[in-house]
């Protein structure tokens, strides 16, 4: 395809943040830059001048910068950015006053919320009193079980301001799988809620809660915020007091926030852990400020009284990057609960309502749109949407076509891939490009992305590892109790020497965006040849019976065989529809890509995010144990793929 699907105008080049950054630098440092690669090239070349350039262009508050950047820039793991900093990233957070809008909540339309600037800095400062009459200080970790609501932000800046460390997960995590996350990390405060709503039913969470508090020993006080306006009690909690009860007697003033370390622990994310359990990744204030102040305002073209909405639980990366953007002076729009409740039209609603301009959602909720025919631009205004940001798994280039005919014909469509291992992304938009079906747009500022083969050589326009050859701002801090950062290392350092190994399958393309095709570790290899997964899938769900599949690579007679499973719309898997699979891979693909067994199944496991888990599943087809079942959504979907008839010839 030689002509792309959505191509800026001159306006909107000369206008967007990406072309005012770019012009800084060029002020900044004496320097001629043409275009955004230009800039990129600068970016990953001059490494230093570009971070502080970001830092300027933010203007971050700090008591310090310091006069060195990057220590040891050699060395990744090992490289540490402004060593001297002293700053807060909550003070960052809540550096715009006034009573202008800064958060709107709607909870499947039955609880709504909105939140002045003033607003959130006071809920914060109460937030922090109460903390500190519970003795939290600087390393200390607070954590919260909570829905995607305007509290949950409010509580993470008040533990921050103090130098506590956050960690969240969302409140359809089950007791086994909250307690594999947050019995690692020991924390001293727990934030919780009464309940919450989802596809029309209210679920309350306090029993689940009160098990989980009693096997958390380090754990001193559990607050309950309410979801609703109404008052809540706080049931059989444990060590529970409701923040109503807590906040009593205080008054807002002005907060004293801690002066830290650059590299102070901000965050403990976890991984996925379908695989074992999470690892605790700790990430640090400064590289995700810093991070985050690269991504958002100049790759995602976020200003000041923007209204931008990400579809995300607590327990996703993407909450926590929602929630930066607060830091620019941008509303967040915070919707908690089914996105298809009582409809596919419910974020669109939000949309039009709110007057979004950064649509954020998932490639598979674009692809469940697309299974509905539902056609936003037909029932929807939208005009208010610059911007569609779609992540979690690889965009289809029919999620592309589906997109520009469907939602909105004129919308910048912005596919990112990145990670909770980086709390940001390694490519993604940028508004003064042309989008390319299929294409993510660029390398983002700053990442020296490249693409290797086995051999640890860069290549361009075949398919290899990603890598990242340089380090940056949130190379995480390491892994919570990891001697030796023995696993931290083995993640992500041990395939090439001295580089970031991500384990995502990818292509560098003639326009030098970059294609993902699957994780490079759930990669398929029959006879050798390596085959990224999103290639069958694409095929695969282009036809109308399946509703969904999942492959993977069955060891099979000293080799691997692929195995295609599917879920369709209605009926049973017959011979025919076998054969159409498997003409239409063939058609498309390659004779290697082509399902050696294809098995209807009823439903495919996913994580809490929505991905699907190949790996999960390689696991139990193989008879090896799932160590973190409750890092799944739907756990019991596993056992539809244990010890089946058609994998044993």
Not at 61 to 81: C, F, H, Q, S, Y
Not at 285 to 298: R, V
Not at 614 to 619: F, G, H, Q, S
Request: proline share 5%; with cysteine.
């Amino acid at each position: 395809m030689n002509t792309p699907l959505w191509q800026p105008s001159q306006a909107q080049v000369d206008g967007a943040e990406m072309t005012r950054f770019r012009k800084r630098v060029e002020a900044d440092w004496g320097v001629e830059l043409s275009d955004s690669r230009a800039l990129w090239e600068f970016s990953v070349t001059e490494l230093e001048k570009f971070w502080t350039s970001v830092w300027d262009d933010a203007g971050i508050i700090a008591e310090t910068r310091g006069e060195r950047v990057l220590v040891d820039g050699d060395k990744m793991p090992g490289a540490k950015w402004f060593p001297d900093a002293r700053l807060n990233f909550a003070e960052n957070l809540l550096r715009n006053r006034g009573d202008g809008e800064a958060m709107v909540f709607n909870g499947e339309g039955k609880v709504s919320r909105r939140l002045s600037f003033d607003e959130v800095y006071d809920q914060v400062s109460l937030l922090v009193q109460i903390l500190e009459k519970l003795g939290v200080g600087e390393g200390d970790r607070v954590c919260g079980y909570l829905p995607n609501m305007p509290e949950t932000v409010i509580a993470m800046a008040a533990a921050n301001a103090l130098g506590a460390v956050w960690s969240s997960c969302s409140p359809d995590f089950g007791e086994q799988g909250v307690l594999d996350r947050f019995g690692q990390i020991e924390p001293k405060v727990m934030f919780c809620t009464d309940g919450y709503w989802y596809n029309g039913k209210r679920h309350d969470v306090r029993g689940k809660t009160a098990a989980i508090a009693k096997q958390l020993p380090s754990l001193e006080k559990v607050i309950l915020i309410p979801y609703g306006d109404e008052d809540a009690d706080v049931g059989d909690i444990g060590k529970a007091v409701t923040y109503a009860d807590a906040a009593e007697g205080l008054v807002p003033g002005q907060i004293a926030f801690r002066q830290l370390p650059f590299d102070h622990p901000l965050y403990i994310m976890f991984s996925s852990g379908t695989t074992g359990a999470p690892k605790c990744i700790v990430h640090s204030q400064g590289g995700t400020l810093l991070k985050h102040a690269s991504e958002q305002p100049i790759h995602c073209d976020v200003r000041k009284g923007d209204r931008v909405f990400f579809f995300t639980t607590c327990g996703w990366m993407m909450w926590n990057w929602l929630a930066t953007n607060i830091a620019w002076g941008a509303v967040l729009l915070l919707y908690d609960g089914s996105p298809f409740y009582p409809s596919g039209n419910a974020l669109f609603d939000f949309a039009d309502a709110e007057k979004m301009t950064l649509f954020g959602t998932s490639a598979k909720f674009i692809d469940a749109l697309n299974k509905a025919n539902l056609r936003p631009c037909d029932t929807h205004d939208l005009s208010s949407v610059r911007m569609l940001c779609s992540t979690g798994s690889p965009l289809a280039p029919e999620g592309f076509d589906y997109v520009y005919d469907a939602v909105k014909p004129d919308v910048h469509l912005v596919s990112f891939s990145g990670g909770t291992d980086i709390m940001g992304c390694f490519c993604g938009g940028d508004a003064t490009s042309p989008v390319w079906r299929g294409e993510i747009q660029m390398r983002f500022l700053g990442m020296a992305v490249d693409v290797f083969d086995d051999e640890g050589r860069p290549i361009r326009g075949e398919k290899g590892e990603l890598v990242c050859t340089k380090p940056f701002p949130t190379v995480p801090l390491g892994f919570l109790n990891d001697p030796g950062d023995e696993r931290f290392k083995a993640a992500y350092f041990e395939v090439f020497p001295n580089t970031w190994t991500h384990g995502d399958y990818v292509m560098l393309t003639e326009h030098d965006g970059i294609v993902i095709y699957g994780r490079s570790d759930a990669t398929l290899n029959p006879g050798g040849v390596r085959i990224g997964t999103a290639e069958i899938y694409r095929q695969v769900e282009k036809l109308e019976e399946i509703q969904e599949s999942i492959v993977i690579g069955q060891e099979w007679d000293n080799d691997v065989r692929v195995v295609l499973f599917v879920v369709l719309k209605d009926g049973n898997l017959d011979d025919d529809l076998i054969q159409k699979i498997r003409t239409q891979v063939r058609n498309n693909c390659t004779p290697r890509h082509v399902p050696a067994k294809v098995v209807q199944v009823a439903d495919i496991p996913r994580t809490k995010s929505g991905k699907i888990t190949e790996l999960a599943v390689r696991d139990i087809v193989h008879g090896r144990g799932v160590k973190n079942k409750e890092a799944l959504a739907n756990p019991e979907a596993l056992e539809l793929f244990r010890d089946l008839e058609e994998l044993k010839s």
